[in-house]
């Protein structure tokens, strides 16, 4: 089987964020540049079963939509293991631009199982999986937290709210998945980071696309207030409180 | 015109979401002077359906579908696709959950709507569609702006509330085509899960120091995380007494949280422990100390016995779960 | 010039951040508390190819360059000393003197699986009465035709318990003086080598250090490194390169104190406000982060110039002085910042000041290095 991890350049989880140009674009000044957590997880359980089963797995391929900068991401991607990069020579716009690009170039190519990350740690999307799928006409299965090849047939378990569920899925597919898919990720090793070097990492120009959405203006959260003291008599207070206004219970 | 809405239940009974979902899309389709259908998915009697009308919904759309009994992405999409061809629908509204996260996406494309996940609030405009979202994981919000006619949104739970607003509402029997090539993909099995949450994925966490006095009152900081579906954590003294096990340690040399509550409970909260903490989204603090460290870092803070305050916290949270 | 580093650089810096950050430093406080060697973490260090990151490929190396390994030292001594030293021994001494002056079949024998990381070194060149001053060993290494005798004592041995190989130093023909010195490569299973108890360290307790006892241990002729009498060139021309591991595991002492300072000083409040905003407090933090960054360019200047294969022993010299030094410092200024909290064993930063006590006197004190910058001058 052929699996396509597609991933995400993200911002260093302990960036401070800070935004320019009047609050209209994020501030990339100093930022180190990650894979997607999310998308991290989706490689890592790829790598660990291409290990476990060298022959059920042919090939990990990982793609990502971005400009010549987010090389380093895709080289790290390579490092830890995948077998080939592609960068598609865009900037991700919006999760829609994304995906038609991503659409684009996958279905010229066969990929049995194509994996991303729920979300990214940037835009918080949800969107770039289940757009691309619907793009490809694939059937996608989100929230996967459980994934396996056993005997050429694909195992998967996705959340739901309140419990979990096996689902079975023909391939090609599209897998989104969520935390708990694969343990920590890995860290490269000298040998991998100097296979990284001769793998290789090709760049398709990328297609006219159009946008649907777009990040106009950014706000930072109000700095933390004053603890809010709730009178010991009236416990019933808080509770309220948790609910209706922090609106976390 | 209409603004559509996705409603969830569970075993035939409406989910607290789909109120809030309907309260939500009631209050825009005010402003836009358009009504709100709401559509269900799954076998719900009419008195059921009708409590949608309660908050808002003028129509609602029942479909009862024996290929829709569990998820199915592709055909979940197409019976939504269909409504808001049928309905005319400007606006589409979705819970940012599992089943939205799931569906909006996809919709989002068979639509070539703009998409929004994860909404804090009412738009701000709507020439164009200009809604407010969380971004960088929380460290900011972003005003997002959706440029095609048709805009579809995931609210985040519990962001609005439920508001009631009752209407006369109308229930429609609607029956969808469903192609058998988008019946790909097949629920084997359903595994509810209750027990133990992990506790650095715990969204919730009740921790308690030694405030506590003993080990024997750790009763009241369970039955509280358990209905909170929480998990438990301690202070640093209270795992070197013994009193709890040492993986609930949370603190600079423990566990590092960052829940979207931190409830703690009889505990100081020595710069150590804050250091563990200071990720939580809110902190409240429960001490009987007023110049303890813990309320600088409170969002909320009860000055007062802890042992007092949990068990009336217990009932005033069974209170709310009851509604 | 150019400051920046390249993105493999980048990438194995990452690497052992997250290695020490995920993997040392969760039990670092309780390994140095009983002195317990980290066997599991030493492991996967192996398995990630950082015991030989610098070694030729074709000796199954990780083939990177020495600001490559800068980087890597700084980040893996920022959390944990005792797995720094042990990195440092495999990477400059041993495995680098093997590939530098060994033959072939040396090579191909004992230093693929040093550079791959499935055996460990150690380097014995230290003696009772004979620390800094390499000339004057007493281990002897008798000449019987086919092989040499080994008798004698090494003391401060890192990594003496964990290596398999052990490069030693000993006297062939004392009358030769110096010139009379050979570098053997011994297995540490060999007949007649017994070990001393692991030492009771102030800092970097979880390093295996012992004193190793050779009784009349044969080692075959084919084992020793380079000509007859090559053996304090050799020890001499390793230490050069040694001291850069040793210059950037200071520095990440160092580093390391200065990162949880500065963390602490904007979190800890007094007198109203966080103790960052105190003069004293900032400008103690201004003038540790000014020294650290004068240590690294130090380093990262040895290392450049032994990437380009110019003369470094200078470099290397003022690399190690400076940064044992100024860790000594920047650790003791780090546990003022953090006041009673930093006489604690959980704030780390007590243990980063014991450990930067050791950079100033192994691998040569900061009196010897000063001995070799001096000299330079002159010529």
Not at chain 1, 62 to 77: F, M, Q, S
Not at chain 3, 52 to 58: I, L, Q, V, Y
Not at chain 3, 127 to 141: F, L, W, Y
Request: glycine share 8%.
């Amino acid at each position: 089987m052929k699996i396509l991890v597609c991933i995400s350049n993200v911002p260093d989880t302990t960036t401070k964020i800070k935004f320019t140009d009047n609050n209209t674009a994020f501030d990339q000044a100093g930022v180190q540049w990650i894979i997607n957590p999310w998308d991290e997880l989706a490689l890592t359980r790829a790598l660990d079963i291409k290990d476990a089963q060298a022959g059920m797995v042919e090939e990990i391929t990982v793609i990502n939509v971005g400009l010549a900068a987010t090389e380093p991401t895709i080289r790290k991607a390579l490092a830890i293991g995948a077998d080939k990069g592609i960068r598609i020579n865009a900037e991700p716009k919006d999760a829609f631009t994304v995906a038609s690009q991503l659409a684009d170039v996958i279905s010229k190519e066969s990929f049995d199982i194509i994996l991303c990350g729920i979300e990214s740690s940037d835009s918080n999307g949800n969107n770039v999986g289940g757009m691309l799928s619907e793009l490809l006409d694939m059937p996608s299965v989100s929230s996967v937290s459980h994934f396996d090849i056993k005997d050429g047939k694909v195992e998967l378990k996705r959340e739901i709210d309140g419990g979990q569920e096996t689902v079975s899925t023909p391939i090609p597919f599209v897998g989104i998945v969520q935390k708990g898919i694969a343990k920590e990720p890995r860290i490269p090793s000298m040998r991998g980071i100097m296979g990284a070097r001769t793998k290789p990492l090709q760049v398709i120009e990328a297609i006219q696309t159009e946008t649907l959405t777009e990040f106009a203006t950014y706000d930072l959260p109000k700095p933390k207030a004053a603890c809010k003291k709730i009178d010991p008599d009236n416990v019933k207070e808080l509770v309220q409180l948790l609910h209706n206004e922090a609106k976390v219970i | 015109m209409s603004v559509l809405v996705y409603t969830e239940n569970w075993d035939g009974k409406f989910k607290k979401l789909s109120f809030e979902l309907v309260s939500f899309a009631c209050e825009i389709a005010k402003t836009l002077n358009t009504n709100v259908v709401a559509l269900s998915i799954g076998k719900v009697n009419d008195d059921e359906l009708n409590k949608l009308g309660t908050y808002g919904a003028s129509k609602i759309l029942n479909v009862q579908n024996e290929n829709l009994i569990n998820l199915n992405n592709q055909a979940y999409t197409s019976v939504l696709a269909q409504a808001a061809a049928k309905e005319g629908a400007t606006l589409i509204v979705f819970a940012h959950n599992n089943t939205g996260k799931a569906i909006a996406p996809r919709l989002s494309v068979r639509l070539k709507a703009g998409l929004a996940t994860g909404v804090l609030a009412l738009p701000s405009n709507f020439q164009p569609f200009t809604i407010a979202k969380k971004v960088f994981t929380a460290k900011a919000i972003a005003n997002v702006v959706i440029k095609t006619p048709v805009s579809i949104v995931t609210l985040l739970q519990n962001a609005f509330g439920v508001f009631e607003t009752p209407v006369a509402a109308s229930i429609e029997a609607f029956n969808p085509e469903i192609k058998d090539n988008e019946l790909k993909t097949e629920v084997k099995d359903v595994n509810k899960v209750s027990g133990k949450i992990l506790l650095t994925d715990a969204e919730i966490v009740v921790s308690g120091g030694r405030g506590m006095k003993g080990p024997e009152n750790w009763g009241s900081i369970e039955e509280l995380a358990t209905l909170l579906g929480a998990g438990t954590a301690c202070s640093r003294p209270v795992s070197d007494e013994g009193w709890r096990p040492h993986e609930e340690h949370t603190g600079q040399t423990g566990k590092i949280l960052a829940p979207n509550l931190y409830i703690a409970c009889g505990i100081s909260g020595a710069i150590q422990h804050l250091g563990g903490i200071s990720g939580s989204k809110c902190i409240v603090a429960i001490n009987k100390d007023p110049d303890a460290p813990i309320f600088e870092a409170a969002d909320y803070g009860i000055v007062g016995d802890v042992l007092k305050v949990l068990p009336e916290m217990i009932t005033a949270v069974k209170e709310l779960k009851g509604n | 010039m150019n400051f920046e580093f390249t993105e493999e650089q980048k990438m194995i810096q990452q690497a052992a951040k997250d290695f020490a950050e995920r993997e040392l430093l969760q039990d670092v406080i309780e390994r140095d508390e009983k002195s317990e060697f980290a066997t599991e973490h030493v492991k996967k260090l192996a398995e990630l190819g950082f015991l030989g990151m610098m070694t030729d490929p074709k000796y199954d190396g990780g083939g990177m360059d020495t600001i490559s390994y800068v980087l890597a030292m700084e980040e893996i001594s920022k959390i944990d000393s005792s797995v720094a030293v042990l990195m440092s021994v495999c990477n400059s001494l041993v495995i680098w003197g093997i590939e530098t002056y060994g033959n072939e079949e040396q090579k191909q024998k004992f230093l693929r699986p040093l550079a791959s990381g499935q055996k460990i070194g150690a380097f014995l060149l230290s003696e009772p009465e004979a620390g800094s001053d390499a000339t004057s060993q007493r281990t002897t290494a008798e000449d019987k035709g086919d092989h040499y005798l080994l008798n004698g004592t090494k003391n401060w041995i890192t990594n003496a318990n964990s290596a398999s190989t052990y490069i030693v130093i000993a006297q062939t023909n004392p009358e030769k003086k110096h010139k009379g010195i050979n570098a053997l490569i011994v297995d540490k299973n060999s007949a007649g080598i017994t070990l001393g108890p692991h030492e009771n360290k102030m800092g970097m307790r979880s390093s295996d250090t012992h004193s190793v006892m050779f009784n009349d241990v044969k080692v075959p002729k084919e084992n020793r490194i380079g000509e007859d009498g090559f053996g304090f060139p050799f020890a001499m021309k390793t230490l050069e390169g040694g001291r850069i591991g040793i210059a950037s595991q200071a520095l990440g002492i160092a580093s390391g104190a200065f990162e949880r300072a500065l963390k602490y000083s904007m979190e800890r409040k007094a007198f109203g406000t966080e103790i960052f905003n105190h003069q004293s407090v900032a400008f103690k933090l201004s003038d540790m982060a000014v020294k650290i960054e004068n240590g690294r360019n130090l380093c990262l200047k040895a290392a450049w110039l032994k990437d380009q294969h110019l003369p470094y022993g200078t470099a290397s010299a003022m690399a190690k002085q400076y940064c044992a030094d100024m860790a000594m410092e920047v650790t003791t200024e780090a546990v003022q910042i953090f006041g009673g909290y930093g006489y604690v064993r959980e704030y780390h930063v007590e243990r980063l000041m014991r450990e930067a006590k050791l950079t100033q006197i192994y691998e040569g004190t900061s009196e010897v290095q000063k001995i070799v910058i001096s000299r330079s001058l002159l010529k």
